[in-house]
C-alpha cells in the first residue's frame, strides 16, 4: 500500500500488489517481516537503499 500511495510503480508500470512485492522481496533474498524474530540483524538505510536499488531518501520515506 505504501508504494502505490507513493505512487511508484514496478519496472511494468503497473501498480504494486501483495504477489509483486513477494517476488521482488525473493528475487532480491529479502526475508519478510517477522516481529516474533528479536535477533533480526539490523541494516543501515543507505545498505537497504543500495539493496533496493533506490536512492536513501527513498528509503527513508519508505521506513517512516
Given amino acids: 500500500m505504501s508504494l ?3 505512487l ?3 519496472g511494468d508500470g503497473e501498480s504494486w500488489t501483495t504477489v509483486r512485492v513477494r ?3 525473493e528475487r532480491l533474498g529479502i526475508p519478510e517481516y517477522d516481529a ?3 535477533d533480526v540483524p539490523m541494516v543501515s538505510l543507505m545498505k537497504a537503499a ?3 536499488g533506490i536512492c536513501v531518501g527513498s528509503a527513508k520515506i ?3
Fill in 4 to 6: 502505490n500511495r507513493m
Fill in 8 to 10: 511508484c510503480k514496478t
Fill in 23 to 25: 517476488e521482488m522481496r
Fill in 50 to 52: 543500495e539493496t533496493l
Fill in 36 to 38: 516474533a524474530k528479536v
Fill in 62 to 64: 519508505l521506513a517512516k
